[in-house]
């Protein structure tokens, strides 16, 4: 049997990830710092994910098992000998995982093990893999490196699925949307492609994952955060308010306009795909929180991010921007102190003025055209 070590096991790694190779027949070991999830996984062995649509359904994922991921002593023999590792833990997270990484891949080297073992970080962002393998590497001495170029894939991939946060009387249960996609680099996959039902391998990567991450989570985020300023508590409450629906439709749209020019999209197809996007959105079975898709601002609104390079890339080719633009802006007035990227903004913002901050965390320079048409939203939104 197929062994997978899950680093996280949160929503996306239980209800998506995870989900997808326990289906496949694979054995999953989940790997997280979470004592209340490690232990009960520990104790049940299984967990029964809930698919909230207008095609509901339920089923249990069972044969799995769970690790501390802090723990060395419990979480490298499971990646010494396992063949996949997955990862849903946040961008963030990934530098931090990448020396529990590199510890696997010296046991796996000094036990002989020649087999291949390939390595997908399932998150929101560009190229988080190669991020995880610009960490390790360094952290393994010559013959190592030279053992992990032979024997260790590290394949980007594109993920999309909503998973919010319901409650369950059973702490391991997951909620997820029904649809879904999972698109892996097929040139950094080393061996031979699985059979899992679900994971479809692609050689355009950068246009699935622009694509993805420039219409659904910029849409999510413009969503989250113009709601955070009217007090809506969940996605499906903000999105039908109707001043906040225009501007998010309108955005996708302005985004998607850019991609059809960056990566040569068919305009219609593009189109389409916007509109089943946006009524994701409204999907009246996912009961999704602001707090959980704003969480982390600095980060979306940075140069490479979903609503700052979308942004970026329509108004370079000359295309408007003008609801796109309420993105970093009302990201900027995001104020949840339990979120440290948020408490951070709200800080620098109070200590040396939003012009600082925009142009710290952006990197958009007061020159550009766009920084003041930021700003003039930024300041509007203050009425709101």
Not at 302 to 322: C, E, F, H, I, Q
């Amino acid at each position: 049997m197929k062994q997978a070590v899950m680093f996280g096991a949160g929503n996306i790694g239980r209800g998506f990830i995870g989900a997808l190779l326990g289906q496949a027949g694979w054995h999953v070991t989940f790997a997280d710092v979470a004592e209340p999830i490690i232990e009960a996984m520990k104790e049940q062995k299984c967990y029964t994910v809930h698919v909230m649509d207008q095609n509901s359904c339920e089923f249990t994922i069972s044969d799995i098992d769970a690790v501390y991921s802090n723990k060395n002593e419990e979480v490298v023999p499971a990646l010494a000998a396992c063949d996949l590792i997955t990862t849903a833990v946040g961008a963030v997270i990934i530098p931090r995982i990448a020396p529990t990484i590199a510890e696997g891949i010296k046991a796996r080297k000094a036990a002989g093990n020649e087999n291949i073992l390939n390595i997908v970080c399932c998150e929101n962002g560009i190229r988080v893999t190669s991020l995880l393998k610009e960490n390790v590497m360094p952290l393994l001495n010559e013959e190592e490196a030279a053992y992990a170029e032979q024997y260790v894939g590290f394949a980007d991939c594109a993920v999309d699925r909503i998973a919010p946060k319901p409650s369950f009387d059973n702490i391991l249960d997951s909620a997820v949307e029904e649809y879904f996609e999972w698109d892996v680099e097929r040139s950094a996959w080393k061996g031979e492609l699985p059979d899992i039902p679900g994971m479809t391998f692609v050689d355009n990567l950068m246009a699935c994952l622009e694509r993805k991450l420039f219409t659904l989570n910029s849409g999510h985020a413009i969503t989250a955060y113009l709601g955070n300023l009217k007090g809506y508590e969940t996605i499906i409450d903000s999105i039908q308010d109707e001043a906040i629906g225009t501007i998010v439709h309108e955005a996708m749209k302005e985004s998607g306009e850019g991609l059809i020019k960056e990566f040569d999209f068919d305009p219609d197809t593009h189109h389409a795909y916007v509109e089943r996007i946006f009524r994701r959105f409204q999907n009246p079975y996912l009961q999704d929180e602001v707090k959980r898709v704003g969480r982390e601002p600095i980060r979306k609104i940075s140069a490479s991010d979903r609503l700052n390079k979308p942004l970026m890339t329509a108004y370079n080719y000359g295309l408007p921007v003008d609801h796109m633009i309420f993105g970093i802006a009302a990201a900027l007035r995001y104020d949840n102190p339990d979120d440290a990227q948020s408490a951070e903004l709200i800080a620098k913002i109070k200590e040396n003025g939003v012009e600082a901050a925009l142009e710290q965390y952006t990197g958009l320079t007061p020159d550009h055209p766009l920084f003041t048409r930021i700003l003039d939203v930024y300041r509007a939104l203050a009425l709101v």
